[in-house]
């Protein structure tokens, strides 16, 4: 048994951990946790299926996630481990649904729930459904793993963190250098041009077009964040800036 396994055991003594809840830390950790907590857990022989709703336009995460001509993410996942990251994705009322769904399969079906937001934040948010958060606040601490309880268990997820940042730096360094090449005055604000429209645009796709998450993550005042969508000629869908 390697050291990870080791101290799971020992977070979780004398029990299987069943269902569990992830938060503050990068999507990839997360993902990369679940593997762990699944492969070291009681559906370990079972499917891995990671449900990324934030990935995904509105539209499609309830047929990704129930199925319809197709079996959907929770029927894939019988019999092993679903990893549902950013729950807050789902409408109100597909969040009723999906905890009817997982209480009827019993334990046929772990679930690993993701959230960049930590327990309390998310508990309080109002973004929840109250069946939901019901089934939530069953968990026990041994249950709830924060961003610090995370990186102390999985040692790895301080390095992938690193190598993210590090890369992402590498690449913007090799960006301003060709922008060098050619250009030599007002580089700030050719640079803040060129990366603050892509960096908007990818937030509000990630958040669907909901402009009050997108204000949040991005820091932004909304109504700052609403003048930069018109001055930078972002479209986005009518209706999603709640």
Known sequence: MNKIALRLKEVVPGQELRHAFLCGTSYDVRHEFARLLHTHGMHSEGPFIVASLMSLPSVLRDKSLFGAEQSGWIEQARGGTLLLDELDGLSLASQHRFVDAIIGLGAELRVIVGSR??????MT?????????KWMLQFSPHQIFSAGKIKELYPDARRH????????????????????????????????EKVERPLITAVLKYTSGNQLKASSILGLNRNTLRKKIQSLGIQISKGSNE
Do not use: N
């Open 125 to 133: 948010s109002g973004a929840l459904h109250d069946e939901l958060k």
């Open 161 to 192: 963190e690193r190598t993210t940042s590090k890369s992402l730096s590498v690449a913007l360094r090799e960006y301003v250098e060709r922008i060098l090449e050619t250009e030599s005055e007002d580089l700030h604000t050719h640079f803040i």
């Open 117 to 122: 937001y930590e327990w309390d934040l998310l």
